[in-house]
């Protein structure tokens, strides 16, 4: 029931991207972007959808910026496949942006996603108030950048060539800006929206940023094997700490499933209105991709 509401949610943003991407003048760079824009579970979109309905925003409204925080994530994948970040040629089984076009259009196809996700937020439909507005976008551009994603990114290229690998605390901090940044924002967008407090979703989002990723270590090790062979090797070479690492296979599905526990206790002011966050937070320690 939860994949089945999680697909229509995507199906919904999916049309609506393709509506904005529509009104962009045709070029390689658009087209690419609407490439980028493809598949994916739209988890973070989810979040937003999800967290506005606890305030009784409208899916009218909460579209927007679920859409944008889509636009953001997929410029952070573009460039992070290049050449000089993690050199990948596939993502969701399809060529990458630089493989499919070339290195140049990738950047310039990001640097428009990044763009884009701000006209989204700032849409007026988004929500009448500007102040509320402008705030999405503020709080946007903090989780982002050289305070969130981008610093995770950072902090992640670093640890390839560090003398030693990254403790459990430090992959932590490495996370919480990579991962969990954007997660964090989306979790919030709902009560952002309504100008309510955003305390009880920022904890649940921490604990399902750190849960998320840790899942991934999990599935490196028991996913695809061909694909769990490559990125073992790659950080194996680069001397990587993960949570698998550090914390063993037990280990690290004990923490996680921990840490879902803790994003549905975030979530207790919320009643049962809060049930579809509390699913969604299961599904991802579960999701086998």
Same mark, same amino acid.
């Given at each position: 029931?939860?994949? $089945? =509401? ?9 049309? /609506?991207?393709? +509506?904005?991407? $529509? ?30 309905? #606890? ?12 859409? @944008? ?9 573009? /460039? ?17 942006? /630089? ?8 950047? #310039?196809?990001?640097?428009?996603? /990044?763009? &884009? ?14 102040? !509320? *507005? ?5 709080? %946007? ?11 995770? +990114? ?9 003398? +030693? ?10 996370? +919480? ?5 954007? !997660? =964090?924002?989306? @979790? ?25 990723? !840790? ?15 490559? *990125? ?5 070479? @680069? ?6 690492? %550090? ?15 803790? $994003?549905?206790? =975030?979530?207790?002011? &919320? ?11 299961? &599904? ?6």
């Amino acid at each position: 029931m939860f994949r $089945a =509401a999680l697909e229509a949610n995507a199906a919904h943003v999916q049309a /609506h991207l393709d +509506q904005q991407l $529509a009104l962009l003048e045709t070029s390689e760079v658009a087209k690419a972007m609407a490439y980028s824009l493809q598949g994916g579970k739209r988890l973070r979109a989810f979040l937003v959808m999800q967290s506005a309905a #606890l305030f009784d925003i409208g899916p009218s409204q909460a579209i927007w910026p679920a859409c @944008a925080i889509e636009a953001v994530h997929a410029y952070s994948l573009v /460039h992070d496949d290049l050449p000089c970040m993690d050199d990948d040629d596939l993502r969701r089984g399809k060529p990458t942006v /630089h493989k499919a076009w070339d290195q140049a259009t990738a950047v #310039l196809a990001g640097d428009a996603l /990044h763009a &884009f996700g701000f006209e989204l937020s700032l849409n007026p439909q988004a929500s009448p108030d500007p102040a !509320i *507005r402008a705030d999405l976008a503020l709080s %946007l551009a903090q989780a982002g950048g050289a305070g969130g994603m981008v610093l995770g +990114q950072a902090l992640d290229i670093a640890a390839e060539t560090a003398a +030693q690998p990254l403790t459990l605390e430090e992959i932590i901090t490495l996370q +919480q800006g990579k991962t969990g940044a954007l !997660i =964090a924002w989306s @979790a919030e967008a709902g009560a952002r929206l309504a100008a309510a407090d955003i305390a009880p979703l920022t904890a649940y989002a921490r604990a399902i940023g750190l849960a998320f990723q !840790i899942a991934d270590d999990i599935l490196d090790i028991e996913g695809d094997p061909e694909k769990a062979g490559k *990125r073992l090797q790659k950080d194996e070479a @680069a001397g990587k700490a993960t949570f698998v690492t %550090l914390l063993g296979l037990d280990g690290a599905k004990r923490r996680a499933k921990a840490l879902v526990a803790n $994003a549905c206790d =975030a979530l207790a002011p &919320f009643g049962s209105e809060a049930n579809s966050l509390q699913r969604c937070a299961e &599904f991802i320690i579960a999701r086998d991709n």
